[in-house]
Every structure is written in C-alpha cells, then in structure tokens.
C-alpha cells in the first residue's frame, strides 16, 4: 500500500514539474490557468476526503471463528456495515494479529465500495506459532480521496481476546486407570458431590449434609430441610501433577523441557477428559495452580487456557509440590507425573501412595537430551533399565526430538 501511495506522488510531483516548465515557456496567463486548475483538484479531492471521514458512520465487528493450536492456522471474519446517509469509496481496512509471526501481523483489505445501509463481509486467518492469550486489534481504516493522493486514518478500538493451545499428540494407548470406585447397580449416590456429579433427587436433611447442598425450593413447601441427592457418574479419577521449574528449563525455543511437558499435560488431558474421566490438574508454574476434579468439555477447556498462559518460573522442586498435596489427592485414584529423570528421588517419596489403593504413573523426560546431543536409544535404553531396577516399574521416557505419540504407543 505504501509503495503505491508512494508512486501516486511521485506522478503528481512529476506533473507539477513539468507543467512548471511549460508554464515558463508559455504566456503567463496560461501558466496561471495551469496552476488554479491543478489547486482545484487538490481542493477538490481534499473535500472529497474530509466529507468521507467524517460524514461516513463505520460499524465494525470482528469475530474468531475457531480456536487455534500452536502452528495452526486462526480463522477470523470481520463485518464492516455503513449506518451512515453516505456511500464509502476506496477504504482501506486494517487488522492487527498480535498472534501471528513477526512479518504478518497486519492484515489489509481493499474496500472499492460500500453503499449506505450496507456491509461487507471479510474473512481472513494467520497462522498462530506460539501459544498464549493474544489481544487481536485495533481496526484501522483509511479513507483515501478519488485520486488516491492523501488518506486520513480513523482507528476503532475494536479488540477479541483469543486462547492459542498448546499443541497435543494423538493418544491411541495409555496405561490402563485400575484404581476407582465401582458403581452399585450402576448408581452410585453420596451425600457429599464434587462438580463431576449429576443431580439425582432430594432427600431429608442428615446430620453432616453440607449447607450448601439444601434445596430451599423444596424446603419452603415441606416446611422442613431439604437437601439435594446425586448420582455419581465418573468412577475413574487421575491426577496430573507438574512442575515448571524455570532453573531446569533446559532447550531452546520450542525444543525447551516446559514446553514438552505441558505438550504431554495437555494431550494426556484431552486423552482422559474425552473418555469420561474426572481430572484435576497439580502444578506450579511460579504460582501453585490447582485445578479441582471435574469432566468434560468445559474442563477440558479450562484446563487448555491454563497451559496456554504456563511459563517455567517455578523456584520449588517438585517434591515440596508433592509434600503439599499428597494428603489431598483422593484414596483409589491415580497419579500422573510429568517429570524429569534428575527427580527420581521423589519418586520414592510417591510410592507409599499405593497403601492408598493410588496407582502411579510417571511420565519422565531425560534432562540430558536438551542439553546435548546424544544416542537417543541408548540413552532412553539406560534409563529403562535403571528406573526398572530402582522402583520395579517401566517408566514412559520420553527425549528430545521424538515423536511424542510414538512413544506412548510403543509403551
């Protein structure tokens, strides 16, 4: 758009040069001619311009049509409708995509015509590399007068605040959840219910029944406590705990230790939510974040937008996560830990989970590999085996540059 602007002025500076020039050679009246009807077209277009900029009324309405993985393309459309008495000629539409990369964060539409009581339809889309909450906007229009010498710009603060998730592997096979509670005649109903259970019936108040489960509908008309009963629908439940220790973030980019494991947190996620299974997520990413037992899309979303805003600024091991909440983490369950294999010690420390009837399923990165440059398979081989030996169990290790979804699979 600049270098077209550009060239319009040159050739009305090349024009004015030359008609100076015949101007000089010609009668004086004639050159005076020549310079009031070059004034008059300035003028002319200049009012053109400002009766459009201020004359045109503009609504503008921008919409995200999907939510976007990392590396994946944004779709958004947006709507220009002129609620003005007059038409708009040659604008100029401008969007800013704070999550596209460095080179195209600015989109351009050239708009040829819009009549009154009208609008425009534009859909557009830029691909997202990093993940994060972006603030996609302002708008910008630029009224541009009939010749296409000058424009004047008006912005419209217009902003859609969009979640880029980090990107997830497919999962076809993952460690059996042995650990639950059975159903009793495929209803189980309990007195105390989690966000993951459904609403079953009422019942007579009990000594011990939370305030906060009172039907007071029910209540008024009986003239007596009331509480609500429910029907426990998840038997299996897994926890995930992490930690984004910003002193072990080894890598560079995106071939950093954070970002293989919030990866793997996320696709492990997806993986169990979609099955139907109550999840809630333990980490600590310069805060301790804890996301309570729940199912479902919505949680599942929750939990996306969470890892899309993680960073690695934990300043504790995971150890003292795990001191912290061990206690808290429900009887006949299962542990998932994302992990590096230089915190194999706290492993030992979650071992005595399974007096709990609380399965164990560690998920361990090998720190060495973002560091340097070695034999994956040896390397991943040597690991195996000592974790084997240490804790009687074969680990899922994963190194970097693997394809994460194969070695889930070969598990």
Not at 16 to 41: C, D, M, Q, R
Not at 117 to 126: D, E, I, T, V, W
Not at 169 to 179: G, R, T, V
Not at 386 to 407: A, C, H, Q, W, Y
């Amino acid at each position: 758009m600049l270098k077209a602007y550009l060239g319009r002025w040159i050739f009305l500076f090349a024009v004015i040069l030359s008609s100076l020039i015949i101007g000089l050679k010609v009668a004086i009246a004639f050159f005076h001619f020549l310079f009031w009807f070059l004034a008059s077209i300035v003028v002319v277009n200049l009012a053109w311009l400002a009766i459009e900029y201020f004359g045109t009324r503009l609504d503008l309405v921008r919409k995200i049509i999907n939510r976007a993985q990392e590396d994946e393309v944004l779709e958004i459309e947006a709507m220009i409708k002129n609620e003005g008495f007059l038409p708009a000629f040659n604008l100029v539409l401008e969007d800013n995509l704070s999550c596209a990369k460095v080179g195209e964060k600015k989109k351009l539409f050239l708009l040829e015509f819009l009549g009154t009581a009208s609008f425009l339809k534009r859909r557009y889309n830029c691909l997202c590399p990093e993940r994060g909450k972006y603030r996609i906007g302002p708008f910008a229009l630029y009224f541009f007068d009939p010749l296409g010498l000058f424009f004047l710009k008006k912005t419209y603060y217009i902003y859609s605040e969009t979640f880029i998730y980090p990107l997830t592997f497919s999962i076809k096979k993952f460690p059996d959840l042995i650990k639950g509670i059975p159903p009793w005649f495929g209803i189980e109903t309990t007195r105390v219910s989690a966000d993951e259970d459904e609403f079953f019936g009422v019942r007579e108040y009990k000594e011990g029944d939370p305030i906060k489960r009172i039907h007071w509908l029910s209540t008024a008309r009986k003239n007596q406590l009331i509480v609500k009963q429910f029907q426990r629908q998840t038997f299996f439940r897994a926890t995930i705990v992490f930690n984004l220790a910003k002193a072990q973030n080894f890598g560079q980019g995106k071939e950093r230790v954070a970002e293989y494991i919030i990866k793997i947190a996320a696709s492990v996620a997806k993986y169990l939510i979609e099955r139907d299974i109550s999840l809630e997520i333990i980490a600590n990413t310069g805060e301790i974040i804890r996301i309570p037992f729940n199912r479902g899309p919505e949680h599942l979303e929750d939990i996306l937008k969470f890892l899309s805003l993680a960073q690695a600024e934990s300043k504790v091991s995971l150890g003292e996560i795990f001191a912290g909440f061990s206690r808290s983490i429900p009887n006949d369950t299962t542990l998932i830990v994302i992990m590096l294999d230089k915190e194999w010690q706290h492993l030992r420390a979650m071992l005595p989970l399974e007096k709990r009837n609380i399965s164990l399923i560690p998920l361990i990165l090998i720190s060495s590999t973002f560091l340097y440059s070695f034999e994956k398979k040896e390397v991943v081989k040597d690991v195996k085996i000592k974790l084997s030996k240490m804790f009687n169990f074969t680990p899922i290790v994963f190194s970097r540059g693997d394809n994460l979804e194969e070695v889930i699979l070969k598990y």
